[in-house]
């Protein structure tokens, strides 16, 4: 069976069976498409970007053959076991608006995420992001001086149980961010392999699969972080005026997903993130 890679200080290891893709799941997640743009609700076991397994075993691949786009451009990348909102642009205009706005920092992301420990106020954790040079891991960023500049603010939204329901925003958007910076905050994410208990818990995980080992040392076999919500209004809807000439809708006139909310996609918490969340009394309606 095909298997994908992951970086240690070693080289490439095998991660296991790669995720392939049907064409009806991948119409099921879904949430919003028009002539410019198609959104997913992505699965916490989904690989992002193309492997070597062909088109179907990523979301990149999927989406290219499934909508028949020459190029399916990924604006907003989530790690494989990171569920939620994932937007595309369907021609090279939109895309091209759209990763200006998030370099200008007119694109808002909200996360939730189960993070170990009672965080018990709201933080904003401005800390620089680096190569963890000394770790088994050599893809894991870790908070080092001579790092890229990096800002995440966690607000608790319930604790209980000794686990915290918090909702995340970003101001940068380094490498594994949320994941590094709640580490070094000192609440883990939940079933975090790099950046939780111990980083070797990868290796292990790589080297055996799934244990009850490492569910009792992990809880979860993926690490508990959603993209909730993006919000592309201030990127795609200017407030006054008519459209420009990259086709952006006139005043008055945006696109709107189920919510009602103009270019705001939203993704509930997925189910097994649900049910961490009522086991440990960890309320959603916050």
């Not at 991948?26 to 193309?50: Q, S, T, Y």
Request: glycine share 10%; hydrophobic share 40%; aromatic share 6%.
């Amino acid at each position: 069976m095909m298997i994908v890679g992951e970086g240690t200080q070693w080289g490439r290891l095998p991660q296991g069976p790669v995720r392939m893709i049907e064409s009806a799941e991948l119409r099921a997640w879904v949430i919003f498409e028009d002539e410019r743009l198609v959104v997913f609700n992505k699965p916490g076991d989904v690989v992002c970007h193309p492997s070597k397994a062909g088109p179907w075993s990523s979301l990149v691949g999927a989406v290219r053959e499934e909508f028949g786009l020459a190029m399916a451009h990924l604006i907003f990348r989530l790690d494989r076991e990171t569920s939620g909102v994932v937007v595309f642009a369907k021609d090279a205009v939109t895309a091209g608006r759209l990763q200006k706005a998030m370099q200008r920092r007119r694109v808002k992301k909200s996360y939730l995420a189960i993070l170990t420990g009672d965080l018990r106020e709201a933080v904003t954790v401005d800390q620089p992001l680096g190569d963890d040079e000394s770790g088994p891991v050599f893809v894991k960023s870790m908070v080092r001086p001579d790092g890229q500049a990096a800002v995440t603010r966690f607000e608790p939204l319930t604790s209980s149980g000794g686990f915290t329901l918090a909702r995340v925003a970003l101001e940068t958007g380094r490498k594994h961010q949320i994941r590094a910076h709640a580490q070094w905050l000192g609440h883990s994410v939940v079933g975090d392999k790099i950046y939780g208990p111990d980083a070797r818990l990868f290796l292990e995980f790589i080297a055996t699969g799934w244990t009850p080992s490492l569910a009792e040392k992990l809880l979860l076999p993926r690490q508990a972080l959603h993209c909730a919500e993006i919000d592309l209004q201030p990127a795609l809807s200017p407030p006054n005026g008519p459209a420009d000439s990259t086709g952006s809708p006139q005043a008055g006139e945006p696109h709107v997903d189920s919510t009602g909310s103009p270019h705001v996609f939203r993704a509930p918490l997925p189910a097994d993130l649900a049910e961490f969340c009522a086991k440990h009394g960890l309320s959603q309606s916050s």
